[in-house]
């Protein structure tokens, strides 16, 4: 066991995970997913189209919601709000994964996180100051890193799932200190936060939407679209009459932490924390601070949790209460990380999506939608155990492993896992 | 019982209109369609009209907006009977929470068929939407919402045709005082937006009179330190500024530690369901609403109109639709000629008359005290407090 | 702040702080068992006690009506030994679903670690939402006019029809003791006392403690892994039955969602004690139900949750491993 736990590292981690790669995936059936498949096709094209199809389909995402193509728009909700609460979850999801999926610290109370970036914004630009949107972000940014780092301090030394009460404590005690505290609103939340600043004539409510100019949204007709003139988005406004920009805030936030983790995982930063994950022991005698990266992870995800909470206080309605900050959506939080791939970036984007999409489109159901989920769930980690994609570093450690196996003889042999 | 089989039928109704509009292509814009129940439009020169509902119709509060929608759907249903033009009702399931609220709000002001909106139905998906529907210019009439708050804002679309809390507050201070004759009053809140306001109001009317306050949790279900403290304090009063659960979880392990002073709460608290969480330590309990109990000949067309029995807000409901109908009667089509129209309405409904001053609230009020006796909240014969 | 409160009425709050807080640790037992032989957050067991709460309150819809009465714990005796038995046999019921469905399935899989704690929040969601759907589900089946009384207002609160009046048993420092806290505190120390005992001097305690220890060692010495988890599942659905029941005794109602905010309760009181012993989760569990109440008594009632995560953290600061921090299977026959 404690060898073929050793030679499933360093296959991992080293050169020899191309080489195992290669094997696993003769060796071990299945393997290789439609998913891996696809990208070794994208691999496979020029640079140029590659760029060109990426940018493509940025532009798509963004205008999503103005294309309101058919079957995914959703009917009875408004199909902006939507697509913005989908890009926030999904931020959200990019930053825990970093804890849970890059560093493997289960975190049950990233809301705290989210409050924090929320409340910061609420109090500095409504509650006790009136700053701008753009100068209270960073600020909230960094007061959220700030009690990253503060309650990583002592709970990291904390393992496994005594972390996870811990941070489910803290979660908890964030929003009940919100709750009672009358310097931040208490129960009555904070109102009135800034909208972020507009491009063009502001808006003369209530009966002026401003802009410079407006853009329709399409409508469809089966498969022949239109334009929707009942449907139009004030460029660039963030008012009351479209959640679209903010919608594209969020995703361009979104885009630029996606470049930022991947720039960090790739570096000396994110092989400590594979190390660190997979054995914190191993990991400290071979000379990695496990502790100081431990911290980074917490405090790097603690900021976008931040991010997305302050983003999330300016939003439309510009008003928060605790009420928006229950145990619970930090359980939804760390179901988007795993049903996306823990440890995957792009897994994180469609768990947050699916996870904040889902309940929305099939509002009809409204009443099945939490059984339906509770389902989902525990139907997912039998067939997909490793999440809807996968990181490709678990897919190579499965298939190194199932080489071992093949090796020693061992095939599909039960063991105690759980 | 009669709540979930409502609820059914609500979602048997919203499923068959939708399948109905699919079926003869609407010419809606491609919005807000799947909800409604009824589709507005009728004569040729009509253009299609629609009021729209924003509310709890499923979730843990469910009923109380269920309770809305009879009452509007009865004054909308009144209306068409000799209308030509004909005024539809679209309704929004908000769940009561004030995250799913925006959305909501953004699609009902992106629907250019819709011309007024009753509701939001509670304060805090008000205060959240608020904003939305004033710089998208929606008129709108709140049946229930009733956080002082919200009309302190400055939103000059947001009207409530009830009472707000700080009229509520002051009544239940005056009755514990001269109808209780109560000389220690305990008071405790469930730290919601709501109950502190309400609480606040009770404490500051009381004055003296207050013994001591203390703050519970939503969902809290074990009460001994605060049944503690009242015994302690030997209160002969004690106010409880929340909902019907902890409202009745409160009362019962009071009177299961031998306390045997009143027990008065606000309408958070006025539903059936406090009597069947308290059990008989309910009886006695003080309830009170700005609210009176729907006539009978009204409760009666109520029941023929939709096939429900009248409750809570259900007449407040009534009354809001009344006005944007007689606004279209009028010829107001305009957002703003609307909210103008509200402004100056000054009429009778059947929740009392109504009238709006210049931050959106109603002009005149009556608070109702609802006792419970032998098991049962006396509907029938509330006290009105002057 | 108001030190004078909680010195005046000590007595008072320490009792029904212990009350409250046996039955944290009787729910907690579950999470530390299923945790000690799987290292998995069992964290739908706080359903498994739901259930069992409903149990509690459908035996008295049927055995006494649904119309509102107030009794002595004398006077309902009888019917409170069914309602604890229905309630442990529904909450070992749901224990052994879940290990079923759940957590099997994932074990054959070889499935990582987290995913079950995926699996059981899942597990969690579903179990909550069909007892707030129970109204609909009965209704595919023709029964929901059958079965009126239980499933009515599925999403609301449903109480106990029968409230229970403690009776003073006899006085101290001018406290006198109800015998409802009494009864709590006492039948929770003697099933644990019970639970303690099984688990070190029966042969299927062995196994338990074995399997604790090293899994495949203690399959290599023939003990039968699948029976042992299955057992220890429904040991702890038995434990979390009879906190179900003491918990009725006490508040008198409960509903649907009930599970979830008293579930992260009683798991705290486990991690407090150590997870994955038994004995720790009699002690976490206490030290929790104490504490809460005076923290409540000195900061506020808004405040007792902030305590009682504070002192978590606190704890597990000092002591990483809680306040016991020995594991299942260490402890000696």
Not at chain 1, 362 to 390: K, N, Q, S
Not at chain 2, 211 to 216: A, N, W
Not at chain 3, 71 to 100: D, F, K, N
Not at chain 3, 214 to 230: K, Q, W
């Amino acid at each position: 066991m404690g060898v073929v736990e050793n030679l499933r590292q360093n296959a991992a981690s080293s050169g020899a995970a191309a080489r195992l790669r290669e094997g696993g995936a003769t060796a071990g059936r299945g393997v290789r997913t439609g998913l891996e498949r696809m990208h070794d096709g994208w691999a496979r094209l020029p640079r140029g189209a590659r760029i060109a199809l990426t940018v493509l389909l940025v532009i798509l995402v963004y205008l999503l919601p103005l294309i309101r193509p058919p079957v995914i728009t959703t009917q009875q909700i408004d199909f902006g709000g939507v697509m913005f609460g989908v890009a926030a979850l999904a931020l959200v999801a990019v930053g825990l994964n970093i804890v849970i999926g890059y560093a493997g610290l289960l975190d049950l109370g990233y809301v705290g996180f989210y409050a924090i970036g929320a409340y910061t914004t609420g109090v500095l630009t409504s509650l006790h100051a009136s700053w701008p949107f753009f100068l209270a972000l960073p600020v909230a940014v960094g007061v959220t890193m700030f009690s990253g780092l503060l309650l990583g301090w002592p709970t990291l030394r904390v393992r496994g799932d005594y972390l996870a009460i811990v941070t489910l404590g803290f979660g908890e005690i964030i929003r009940l200190a919100v709750t009672n505290l009358g310097w931040v609103g208490a129960a009555r939340g904070i109102k009135d936060i800034p909208h972020p600043p507009n491009i063009g004539p502001d808006p003369e409510p209530p009966f002026g939407t401003g802009g410079l100019f407006n853009i329709p949204a399409l409508q469809w007709d089966g498969l022949v679209p239109s334009l929707d003139t009942g449907r139009e988005t004030p460029f660039l406004v963030f008012g009351a009459v479209s959640a679209v920009p903010y919608y594209w805030l969020v995703l361009s936030f979104l885009i630029l932490i996606l470049f930022a983790d991947r720039l960090v995982k790739d570096s000396r930063v994110g092989r400590a924390w594979e190390a660190t994950r997979e054995d914190e022991d191993a990991a400290e005698l071979m000379g990695v601070p496990t502790f100081r990266f431990k911290l980074l992870a917490f405090a790097l995800g603690a900021a976008i949790g931040g991010l997305s909470g302050s983003l999330y206080a300016s939003s439309q309605s510009g008003y928060i209460n605790p009420q928006s900050f229950p145990l619970l959506l930090s359980i939804l939080f760390v179901a988007a990380v795993f049903v996306g791939g823990a440890g995957s970036r792009w897994g994180a984007v469609v768990g947050g999506t699916l996870v904040a999409y889902l309940p929305e489109r099939f509002r009809e159901f409204a009443d099945w939608r939490l059984l339906v989920f509770g389902l989902a769930l525990m139907i997912l980690p039998v067939y997909r155990p490793e999440g809807l994609v996968p990181a490709r570093r678990t897919l190579r450690a499965r298939a190194a492993d199932k080489e071992i196996e093949h090796l020693e003889g061992r095939d599909e042999a039960p063991r105690q896992v759980v | 019982m009669n709540r979930t089989t409502r609820t059914w039928r609500v979602g048997a109704v919203a499923m068959a209109a939708g399948l109905a509009l699919t079926a003869c292509g609407s010419s809606d814009d491609g919005g807000g369609s799947g909800d409604s129940s009824s589709s507005g439009g009728g004569g040729s020169d009509c253009t299609e009209q629609n009021l729209a509902f924003l509310g709890a119709l499923t979730g843990d509060a469910g009923a109380l907006g269920v309770n809305m929608t009879n009452g509007i759907q009865l004054a909308v249903d009144e209306y068409n009977k000799d209308a030509e033009c004909k005024v539809g009702l679209k309704k929004f399931d908000s769940q009561g929470s004030p995250d799913k609220a925006p959305a909501l709000a953004t699609q009902i002001v992106g629907d250019d068929t819709i011309i007024g909106l009753v509701g939001p139905g509670f304060s805090g998906e008000s205060l959240a939407t608020g904003k939305t529907f004033f710089e998208a210019g929606m008129p709108s009439v709140s049946p229930s919402a009733t956080n002082v708050t919200i009309t302190d804002q400055g939103w000059t679309t947001w009207h409530r045709v009830i009472g707000n809390d700080n009229a509520q507050g002051e009544a239940d201070a005056k009755y514990l005082m001269d109808t209780v004759k109560a000389k220690k009053v305990y008071v405790v809140d469930d730290a919601q937006d709501y109950s502190v306001g309400l609480s606040t109001v009770v404490k500051d009317s009381l004055g003296s009179a207050v013994t001591g306050s203390d703050q519970i949790q939503v969902g809290q279900t074990d009460m001994s330190a605060v049944v503690t403290k009242v015994t302690a304090a030997k209160a002969d009063a004690v106010f409880y500024g929340g909902y019907y659960t902890e409202a009745g979880l409160l009362v019962k392990q009071l009177r299961q530690a031998g306390w045997k002073g009143t027990f008065m709460s606000g309408d958070g608290s006025q539903d059936p369901a406090f009597v069947k969480v308290a059990g008989q330590a309910a009886n006695g309990a003080v309830l009170s609403a700005p609210a009176a109990p729907a006539p009978a000949d009204f409760a009666a067309k109520v029941k023929e109109a939709t096939g429900n029995d009248a409750g809570l807000y259900t007449t407040q409901s009534y009354d809001a639709a009344n006005i944007f109908l007689q606004a279209i009667k009028d010829g107001k089509t305009e957002p703003k000629d609307i909210n103008d129209f509200i402004g100056s309405y000054d009429s009778e409904g059947v929740s009392g008359p109504i009238s709006f001053d210049e931050k959106g609230d109603i002009k005149t009020s009556k608070i109702y005290a609802y006792e419970v006796k032998n098991g049962k909240m006396d509907v029938e014969n509330p006290t009105a407090i002057e | 702040m108001n030190f004078s409160f909680l010195f005046n009425n000590i007595i008072e709050l320490s009792i029904t702080g212990l009350a409250l807080g046996a039955i944290y640790a009787l729910v907690a037992l579950g999470y530390t068992m299923v945790y000690g032989v799987l290292q998995l957050i069992n964290f739908a067991h706080s359903e498994v006690f739901m259930y069992g709460t409903f149990a509690v309150a459908w035996v008295f819809v049927l055995l006494h009506g649904t119309e509102p009465a107030t009794q002595t714990l004398g006077g309902t005796a009888g019917l409170l030994v069914v309602a604890i038995l229905a309630a442990m046999a529904m909450s070992a019921l749901i224990a052994l679903l879940l290990e079923r469905v759940a957590y099997r399935p994932l074990l054959k899989r070889k499935a990582p670690r987290l995913m079950a704690l995926i699996s059981a929040i899942g597990a969690s969601f579903a179990l909550s939402e069909l007892m707030g759907l129970r109204d609909r589900v009965a209704g595919w089946f023709g029964l929901r006019e059958a079965l009126g009384p239980y499933v009515a207002n599925a999403r609301d609160i449903y109480p106990n029809p029968v409230t229970i009046q403690p009776q003073t048993v006899f006085t101290i420092g001018g406290y006198g003791v109800k015998d409802v806290d009494l009864l709590v505190i006492v039948a929770s120390l003697l099933m644990m006392l019970a639970l303690d005992q099984f688990v070190r001097r029966t042969r299927f305690g062995r196994g338990i403690r074995a399997v604790a220890q090293d899994p495949e060692s203690a399959a290599l010495m023939g003990v039968n892994a699948t029976r042992v988890i299955r057992g220890t599942f429904v040991l702890g659905g038995i434990m979390a039955g009879a906190a179900a029941a003491f918990y009725m005794l006490k508040v008198g109602s409960t509903r649907q969602n009930t599970g979830f905010i008293f579930g992260v309760k009683a798991f705290t009181a486990a991690v407090l004690g150590g997870i994955g012993n038994l004995r720790g989760a009699l002690v976490g569990g206490l030290v929790l139900g104490v504490t809460e109440n005076y923290g409540a008594a000195i900061f506020g009632s808004q405040w007792k949750d902030v305590v009682a995560f504070v002192l978590l953290v606190l704890i597990l600061l000092v002591r990483p491993t809680g306040i016991l921090g020995e594991s299942l299977g260490k402890a000696r026959a």
